[in-house]
């Protein structure tokens, strides 16, 4: 692929988008290759995955400008989906995704930020939604994912005024959960994804389903669904030995995802 980069180190899958003369910007060709990337991830082998950006400036700095500017509606309708419908895959990835955002997330890198289940990020990071600027709405689920990261006054003021903020506020707004300097944010991330790695991948997975689905539903449709997730990881072989270990006083002998 010539604009996404994917390394696999130990159960941390890392998937860098690399197309660092537009900024990392997601063209038609970038979000295909993203979407094959993630549809190619080991599942059996891999249990947290991080995305990051090439270079040290930008993670992503937006959907690329130069494709959609002569765009009709249909067209300009049909990219929105197609930007949507991949940034829903991943935030419904069956395994954990951080995102390590190294530098400018505008508009779509924002908003590829935001389907991620977790955000850190370096002191450069800079976050927005500039795109009424261009003329546009968010088109990559920024209107809808913003707004239940920050609350409605923080995502309507980022939106409307068009305008980034930093990595401190961005802190602050609990759009990310640390920031780091840059040299450290990949180390930070790879540690992150490590700690997620070595618990049991069954229940970490079903706790992302409860998490995700959980929070669109009523409490009690919530809590029945968190009861049947709780009840899957029962019978399994890493229950009976995460539980085993803990009484024997021993340390887990490594999960198996069975
Ligand atoms: N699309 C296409 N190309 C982009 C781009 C984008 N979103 N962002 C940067 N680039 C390109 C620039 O055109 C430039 O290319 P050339 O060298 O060929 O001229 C190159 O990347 C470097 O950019 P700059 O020279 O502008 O770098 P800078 O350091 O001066 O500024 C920046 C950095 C502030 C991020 C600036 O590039 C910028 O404002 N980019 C656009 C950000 C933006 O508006 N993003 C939202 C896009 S709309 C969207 O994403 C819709 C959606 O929701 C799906």
Same mark, same amino acid.
């Given at each position: 692929?010539?604009?996404? @980069?994917?390394?696999?180190?130990?159960?941390?899958?890392?998937?860098?988008?690399?197309?660092?003369?537009?900024?990392? =910007?997601l063209n038609s060709e970038v979000l295909d290759e993203l979407r094959r990337t993630f549809e190619a991830?080991?599942?059996?082998?891999?249990?947290?995955?991080?995305?990051?950006?090439? %270079?040290?400036?930008?993670?992503?700095?937006?959907a690329?400008?130069?494709?959609?500017?002569?765009?009709t509606r249909a067209e300009g309708e049909a990219f929105g989906k197609k930007g949507n419908d991949l940034f829903?895959?991943?935030?419904?990835?069956?395994i954990p995704v951080i995102a390590a955002v190294n530098g400018y997330a505008?508009?779509?890198?924002?908003?590829?930020?935001? @389907? @991620?289940?977790?955000?850190? @990020?370096?002191?450069? =990071?800079q976050f927005g939604q500039?795109?009424? %600027?261009?003329?546009?709405t968010p088109g990559f689920g920024g209107t809808q994912r913003l707004v239940r990261a920050v609350g409605p006054g923080r995502a309507k003021e980022?939106?409307?005024?068009?305008?980034?903020?930093?990595?401190?506020?961005?802190?602050?707004?609990?759009?990310?959960? =640390?920031?780091?300097?840059?040299?450290?944010?990949?180390p930070a991330a790879m540690k992150l994804a490590g700690n997620i790695a070595k618990n049991a991948p069954i229940a970490v997975r079903a706790c992302k389903k409860a998490i995700n689905e959980g929070t669109q539903l009523d409490m009690d449709?919530?809590?029945?669904?968190?009861?049947?997730?709780?009840?899957?990881?029962?019978?399994?072989?890493?229950?009976?030995?995460?539980?085993? =270990?803990?009484?024997?006083k021993r340390k887990v002998e490594g999960f198996k995802n069975r």
């Open positions: 692929m010539s604009t996404v @980069c994917y390394t696999q180190e130990g159960a941390v899958g890392v998937v860098t988008v690399d197309r660092p003369k537009a900024l990392n =910007a991830i080991d599942l059996e082998t891999v249990r947290c995955v991080v995305v990051t950006g090439a %270079g040290e400036k930008s993670f992503v700095a937006g690329d400008i130069g494709e959609m500017s002569s765009l829903r895959m991943i935030e419904t990835f069956p505008l508009g779509g890198g924002c908003e590829l930020a935001l @389907c @991620c289940d977790i955000r850190i @990020c370096s002191e450069n =990071a500039p795109e009424v %600027g261009l003329g546009i980022m939106i409307y005024t068009a305008r980034s903020i930093k990595a401190e506020d961005a802190l602050r707004a609990g759009l990310v959960n =640390a920031v780091y300097p840059l040299a450290e944010l990949m449709s919530a809590v029945a669904l968190e009861e049947k997730l709780f009840g899957s990881c029962f019978e399994t072989e890493d229950q009976r030995e995460g539980m085993q =270990a803990f009484l024997e």
